[in-house]
């Protein structure tokens, strides 16, 4: 099964066209949550084209690896990065959406590569669990992957299934948390402060790094080493900035989710096409 289309090297051109697709959609007519996707871009990158064990012309081969989109409101960003890596054709992003869509708010099963619908928050890392505990019982290698919002760890179950990672020694489970600093209300150390978050995740027990949430190519990396430590679930804390890639709205909170007009659509795609240019 395949683990990847891309190398390392074109990580970034992967990214950016990911990122692309995740305007065009915010465009339509439903928009959707531009920020947060956009902030996640490089992780969902990372794990889809260098990282996860996965293929799209058996989206349910058992020995597959698992990935959960715990922020599911981010659901656009994971739509252009399945379409980007082949579960589902490109053009069918354009329906996104739109009454009768499979492209739904949030992700549902119905979508190829969708593992379980997400978006209630707090529950991304529970079912991780799970599925990490399945892949034990059934003598699996397959690993499980996990990426929450920074926001999203104001829910205690979070942290109770951090607890029951660490007592179950689910050294094959990963989570990612995609540290952009900004929920729909304000900054989030403003409303429930959490640093150092690294500390707290080694005190329940994890095996913590941390990094550029925007550096694919260092993602790939540390994501492909799990697990760090025999024995501990791992937890990568992504540095990013929230609508990364936009200068007029990143690192805004007013970008959480947005209907692009079509002069911001423009303003939006003449700056990812200068990124490109410089790159």
């Known amino acids: 099964m395949p683990a990847a289309t891309a190398t390392r090297e ?3 051109p992967v990214a950016a066209r990911i990122r692309s697709h995740v305007v065009d959609m915010c465009a339509g007519p439903e928009g959707g949550h531009l920020g947060g996707a956009l902030s996640a871009t490089e992780v969902l990158t990372a794990l889809y084209f260098s ?6 012309s058996r989206p349910d081969d058992p020995q597959r690896d698992r990935f959960l989109l715990s922020k599911g409101h981010a659901a656009v960003g994971l739509y252009a990065t399945l379409a980007e890596r082949g579960y589902f054709p490109v053009e069918e992003l354009a329906d996104y959406g739109r009454p009768g869509t499979r492209l739904m708010g949030h992700p549902v099963r119905v979508v ?3 593992e379980m619908p997400t978006g209630s928050l707090g529950h991304g890392l529970a079912l991780a669990c799970g599925f990490a505990l399945a892949a034990r019982y059934d003598r699996r290698t397959s690993r499980s992957f996990v990426l929450l919002g920074d926001g999203e760890l104001q829910e205690g179950s979070v ?9 179950l020694r689910l050294d094959r489970l990963v989570a990612v948390v995609d540290r952009n600093g900004l929920q729909l209300t304000g900054a989030t150390q403003r409303i429930a402060a959490m640093e150092p978050l690294a500390d707290r995740w080694r005190g329940f027990g994890w095996s913590v790094r941390e990094a550029d949430g925007h ?6 990396a540390h994501l492909a080493a799990a697990p760090w430590e025999p024995g501990r679930p791992s937890v990568l804390i992504a540095r990013t900035v929230k ?16 209907t692009l007009s079509e002069r911001n659509h423009a303003r939006a795609t003449a700056a990812l096409h200068a990124t490109d240019a410089v790159r």
Not at 51 to 56: A, G
């Open 112 to 114: 190829p590569g969708v």
């Open 51 to 56: 990282v996860l064990n996965v293929d799209p």
């Open 159 to 167: 942290w109770e299934a951090a607890i029951a990672a660490v007592t």
């Open 243 to 258: 609508g990364h890639g936009l200068p007029f709205l990143a690192g805004r909170a007013a970008s959480h989710y947005m």
């Open 215 to 220: 550096d694919a190519d260092a993602l790939a």
């Open 10 to 12: 074109s990580l970034a």
